[in-house]
């Protein structure tokens, strides 16, 4: 059976919105599986059912937690297969161009496929890790696909596109029930989520990430910022200048620091 919207079998139709979108490059499919699926969609508790995976709750990473090395249900894992397939992958270097597009075996292990956030949770901007963890290959697209049936916009909890720097908020994308949002990532690309403000339901998403054998990934795109890809770990941007001179955000200052050297060296 396939889940996907059939709306969405090929994507080269997207592209050159894709390609022009800013502040770099993105496309918000909605009604991304199709409705019967969907609708059937059970999203079990897995925080408190079980002690595995990981829970986030520091100034930058709040009320979070992801499914790393957890199991995961039957229909979630359907998904991400379904995104993970030869013909998805070939679907979106149609939409993307990117060539040599591959996903990674290590999802949901070393990676995290599945995403919960409560209330007051949010995610300050940042960059994903570079390479595959395996071979150190570029990474290159992210898909987020929103799953919460019920989710109201207004509870807070859209996606944020920044400015190559991190710190201006540039594009915000509504949390909207079976939306999916595809975007290019490169060491610019900083994205984050919003203060949930107030939601009685917990904030589910779906993440898989893809990678490129192409260490010049970006060149055919017409970008804000440089066209280059470098190594770096996850680096977040800290709302104020001046939280990095605190002894606890020592990491972060390093982790920026370093980006900023190697993005002006590269
Ligand atoms: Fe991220």
Do not use: C
């Not at 490059?25 to 079980?50: A, C, M």
């Not at 509870?155 to 290019?184: C, H, M, Q």
């Not at 984050?192 to 917990?202: M, N, W």
Request: charged share 25%; hydrophobic share 35%; aromatic share 14%.
């Amino acid at each position: 059976m396939n889940i996907i919207n059939k709306r969405y079998y090929n994507l080269e139709q997207f592209s050159k919105n894709f390609k022009d979108a800013k502040p770099y490059p993105h496309i918000v499919l909605d009604n991304f599986l199709i409705d019967s699926f969907f609708k059937n969609l059970n999203l079990e508790n897995y925080k408190l059912s079980q002690n595995t995976g990981r829970s986030f709750n520091t100034n930058l990473e709040k009320n979070k937690w992801t499914s790393k090395n957890e199991i995961l249900s039957k229909n979630l894992k359907l998904i991400i297969d379904e995104l993970n397939k030869k013909d998805f992958l070939e679907n979106l270097y149609k939409l993307t161009g990117i060539t040599d597009l591959f996903s990674t075996t290590e999802g949901n292990t070393s990676l995290a496929n599945y995403h919960e956030m409560y209330e007051s949770g949010f995610l300050g901007t940042h960059v994903d890790h570079s390479s595959e963890p395996i071979t150190g290959l570029p990474h290159v697209l992210n898909i987020i696909l929103y799953l919460s049936k019920d989710w109201k916009s207004l509870w807070g909890g859209s996606t944020i596109l920044a400015d190559k720097n991190g710190r201006k908020i540039e594009k915000l994308i509504d949390f909207v029930p079976n939306r999916a949002v595809i975007f290019l990532h490169t060491p610019f690309s900083f994205h984050g989520v919003t203060e949930i403000k107030k939601s009685p339901i917990k904030r589910s998403t779906i993440y898989v990430d893809y990678y490129s054998k192409n260490k010049d990934p970006y060149n055919h795109f017409n970008l804000l910022f440089k066209k280059v890809w470098f190594k770096h770990p996850t680096t977040f941007i800290l709302p104020n200048l001046k939280d990095y001179f605190q002894i606890k955000n020592q990491s972060y200052l390093k982790k920026m620091i370093k980006h900023k050297v190697k993005a002006f060296f590269s």
